[in-house]
Nanobody, 118 residues
Framework: QVQLVESGGGLVQPGGSLRLSCAVS????????MAWYRQAPGKERELVAR???????SYADSVKGRFTISRDNAKKTGYLQMNSLKPEDTAVYYC????????????WGQGTLVTVSS
């Protein structure tokens, strides 16, 4: 069974940093686009960052200059480096990826909680 496994969330003080990881487990041919979403309490899920197969990135305005999305295709893993964290970054972060097995599958990670608080 192919799935996404997230790690790296936790509690951090304002101004601090965290790195989230998203690993693809199971047998696949390739990973297409990867993305990170987040959902804060009482709010809708929003797109934070996306990285294409060839490494092109895009970011929500609220995280530009602070967050960096990357991927390591050999390790079948994506990352979200989060710097200069703010309390408003507090949310459950979800990894999203489209992978190719015998067909294209869109997968979601289980979610990891990031809490920014002093």
């Amino acid at each position: 069974q192919v799935q996404l496994v997230e790690s790296g969330g936790g509690l951090v003080q304002p101004g601090g940093s965290l790195r989230l990881s998203c690993a693809v487990s199971g047998s696949i041919f390739s990973i297409n686009d990867m993305a990170w979403y987040r959902q804060a309490p009482g709010k809708e899920r929003e797109l934070v960052a996306r990285i294409t197969t060839n490494g092109r990135t895009s970011y929500a305005d609220s995280v530009k200059g602070r967050f960096t999305i990357s991927r390591d295709n050999a390790k079948k893993t994506g990352y979200l480096q989060m710097n200069s964290l703010k309390p408003e970054d507090t949310a459950v972060y979800y990894c999203n990826a489209v992978v190719t097995t015998y067909k294209d599958l869109e997968l979601w990670g289980q979610g990891t909680l990031v809490t920014v608080s002093s």
